[in-house]
């Protein structure tokens, strides 16, 4: 994979641009039992998931996968990481907590955030 800054500066703009616009959506569908246990274990909401999307830079990319679901196989999916601080829920402790972050931008510029929780592996970081 051969990307420049650049490109991944120009394709977070649009992602954030639909973010601000509330052209988004966090998948919370059973197979997404990681993205539902990030905000089951920490003290986080929504506006709270939308502020760390719209903090986002290019050298917390990490990767361009391919979907591999049926269908879907022209699709990229890019994967970010971020090390937030969050407070756990059962708990008095504010840790932090690095995400894995994947989302998709479709043609008419809405983003589907597939994956929004704790890293289960460290990311490589592109840029860094």
């Known amino acids: ?17 639909a973010v601000e616009n509330d052209r988004y959506r966090l998948d919370w569908n059973a197979k997404r039992q990681d993205n539902i246990n990030l905000f089951l274990d920490y003290v986080i909401d929504e506006a709270k998931a939308k502020e760390i ?9 990490s990767e361009i996968l391919q979907n591999e679901h049926k269908g879907f196989e022209h699709e990229n ?5 971020k090390d ?7 708990g008095t ?15 008419n510029c809405f983003v589907i955030v597939i994956s929004f929780h704790e890293q289960k592996h460290l990311l490589t970081y592109y840029f860094k």
């Open 1 to 17: 994979m051969n990307l420049d800054k650049k490109d991944i500066e120009q394709y977070l703009s649009e992602v954030k641009k």
């Open 53 to 61: 999307l719209l903090c986002l830079t290019v050298m917390d990319f």
């Open 77 to 81: 999916l890019y994967v970010f990481g």
């Open 84 to 90: 937030v601080t969050l407070l756990e829920r059962n």
């Open 93 to 107: 402790e504010e840790k932090t907590v690095s995400l894995y972050i994947k989302f998709n931008k479709l043609e």
